[in-house]
Structure formats: C-alpha cells, structure tokens
C-alpha cells in the first residue's frame, strides 16, 4: 500500500457556530388522578460549545481547507414533566501544536497552543430557554410562558501554524538546506537543483546517542523576503519558534559574507527577536571544494558572523558528526534556560 503523503498547509480560515440553545416548553399536568394540575414545562438544554485542543501528532492544518464550517448540535426543547432539554455536544477540533487562532481582522490573537493539550473554547453554545414551570408563582399559578433558547456564538477566525522546533535551519535558496536535513534526520523533502525547491517548511529529528531535537527545514529566505518577496515573511513567522537557529551558507558561492549578510538582514528587518537567536553559522557543499578554500572562505564565514564556522557537506558526511555535537549542546543549553524560565541568548522568553 502506498502511503498518502499530507501537504503542509500553516494558514486557514473558519467559520465556526455554537450550538442554539433549547426552547422552553409550554405544559401542564393532565393526570386523571392529580387533583390540581399546574405548569411542567421543563427548560431547553444548552447548545454545544465549539473548541480547539492542540495535540501532538499533528503538523499541518490541510484539514481545515477542506472543513471550513464548522456547527455543534443545538440543545433539545423541554418537554413535560418538568425534564430538561438535552445538551448539545462540543465539537473538539484538533490541531498541531503551535496553533495561533486569531479573530476575523487576522491580527488579534486569540489564543496560543503551544503545548500538548492546551484548549480553548472558540464559540460557546446558547443557553437554554426557561419553560413555564419556571413562572409559577404564588400570584401567576398557571403561567404561559416559556422563552426560546438563546442563539450560540458565531465568528470567523484564522488559524496560523507557526511550527515549534528545537532549531531552525536558514539559508539562501538552494543553500543545501534540504538535504542537510535529509542527512541528519529521518526527514525525507524534495530536493532538486533549482531555488525554492523547499516551498513548506519540513521537521525532523535529528539523533545521536540518547538525544535528540527536532529541525525545521525553512524555505529559503532572500532579500525582500520579510516584505514578503520570494516565498514572503509568513515562513519567517516558523523561525520565531525555534530556539536558535542554524544558518548555512553555500560554499560554492563568490561572496559566502554577502550570502550570511543578505540573510541576516531579512530576520534583523522582520523583528520579533530573530536577529537575537542564538547561532551555528555553517559552510556548506565543502566537498567540491579544495582545503585552501574551504580555509579561506571559513575565515570569511567567522568574519561576517562572529562565531565559529563548521565547514560540512552533508553528501559525503564530512563535518557532520561535530555539527551535530555543536547542535545539540546549544539545544541543551536552550533547553535548561527555557525551564528555568531565564532569557537566554537565544532571545527566548516564556
């Protein structure tokens, strides 16, 4: 059986309604035996909320392309005898952690999923209608009265997916970005020899030894992106969840400071603190290059960065083992700042 691949979607917009409420019930008992009858409507249940639930083994929300509408039960009428409507159920929708659900405008944020299990309550059901037992009185004994069930709460949101990942790995296009993930992780995107070729970001996880952290592959960033030219600033949104970041520059390229620079200036101009993260600065594709210009343009690298450079290339493995070893410390240390609730220099905040 061949495996349906499900495509990255970080953007939606819903309509949901919460359920009407149940209208009140007009009654009276009738029994044979009963020598005064009176009022027994009973009230009409509450119509079902409509909610959110991050959960963990969701990445996409290409589900909600296709479920644009969404509507929970209204509640049932009363009925005699004084019962109560039944209760409409909530509707629970799913989605990935780090689910921003924002009002109608796009700009208002809502609520913020960042963890598995977070929930919130997006339209609340309408609150049963009172039936015309409710009414009796000392004064109005046979009351007529029974008010209809309220109308549930309704509203169109935008969902925005901003994928939550240990590391983010940027780049110019066609950096090699793709196939350093494909290297490292179990993470398996399309690669080809032309720009753009990552056109949604890709996780995966990397492992060695007993640890581990996930990788986001983002789609590559050039001049103008952070106002939106190329594939935009919405994936420049995925890199403010990464706790530092891993900027790989093409070694094959004249200018690998311009290459760093260009880029640098995108998350600098885009905010949000992404020029603070934290940083592995790494020179790619060294395997078709000679030891002098692998020196040479390393030094250039440092210079531009200032910091460390790890020259790799992820086709024959070369550099790899020490880049993991460097990645992985730096998630560790990200890691413990972020428990203890510390800013680090990753510009992380909890």
């Given at each position: 059986m ?5 495509k ?6 819903i309509?949901?309604?919460?359920g009407?409420?149940g209208d009140?019930?007009?009654s009276f ?16 249940g509450?119509?079902g909320?409509?909610?959110a639930?991050?959960?963990a ?8 392309r ?8 209204a ?6 005898r ?5 209760g409409?159920?909530?509707?629970e ?8 659900i924002l009002?109608e405008?796009g700009e ?20 049963g209608?009172?039936g ?9 004994r ?9 109308p549930?709460?309704?509203r169109?949101?935008?969902l925005r ?7 983010g ?5 066609n ?11 179990g993470?398996?995107p399309?690669i080809?020899d032309?720009?753009?070729?990552t056109?949604?970001?890709h996780?995966g ?19 103008g ?22 900027h790989?520059v ?22 949000h603190?992404?020029d ?29 960065s ?26 560790r240390?990200?890691r413990?700042?972020r ?6 220099a ?5």
């Amino acid at each position: 059986m061949n495996a349906t691949r499900m495509k990255f979607l970080d953007q939606a917009r819903i309509y949901v309604k919460g359920g009407d409420g149940g209208d009140g019930r007009v009654s009276f008992r009738r029994e044979k035996y009963v020598e005064f009858g009176g009022p027994d409507g009973g009230g009409g249940g509450r119509g079902g909320d409509v909610a959110a639930r991050a959960v963990a083994d969701l990445n996409t929300l290409i589900d909600y392309r296709y479920r644009q509408h969404v509507k929970a039960r209204a509640g049932r009428p009363g009925s005699s005898r004084g019962r109560t409507g039944a209760g409409g159920k909530t509707v629970e929708l799913r989605m990935p952690v780090g689910t921003q659900i924002l009002d109608e405008d796009g700009e208002t944020l809502i609520a913020d999923l960042v963890d598995v299990d977070d929930k919130i309550v997006l339209a609340k059901g309408g609150a049963g209608g009172q039936g015309n037992a409710f009414y009796k009185s000392a004064i109005n004994r046979a009351p007529r009265r029974a008010d209809p069930g309220e109308p549930g709460e309704e509203r169109w949101l935008w969902l925005r997916l901003k994928l939550l990942a240990d590391a983010g790995l940027v780049g110019l296009p066609n950096a090699g970005k793709s196939t350093l993930v494909a290297t490292v992780s179990g993470a398996r995107p399309k690669i080809a020899d032309y720009p753009f070729t990552t056109l949604h970001p890709h996780l995966g996880v990397v492992r060695r030894g007993d640890e581990e952290c996930v990788l986001a592959d983002i789609p590559g960033l050039i001049s103008g992106a952070h106002e939106g030219a190329g594939i935009g600033h919405r994936f420049l949104g995925h890199v403010e969840r990464c706790g530092l970041l891993v900027h790989l520059v093409d070694g094959t390229q004249e200018d690998v400071a311009d290459a760093y620079r260009t880029v640098r200036t995108e998350l600098a101009a885009y905010g949000h603190g992404l020029d603070d993260r934290r940083e592995i600065a790494v020179l790619g594709k060294c395997d078709v290059l000679d030891p002098g210009a692998i020196a040479r343009k390393s030094a250039a690298l440092a210079a531009a960065s200032g910091t460390e450079v790890h020259p790799i290339s992820a086709v024959s493995g070369y550099g790899i083992d020490a880049l993991l070893g460097s990645l992985l410390r730096a998630v560790r240390a990200w890691r413990q700042d972020r428990r203890s609730g510390t800013p680090d220099a990753a510009g992380w905040s909890p």
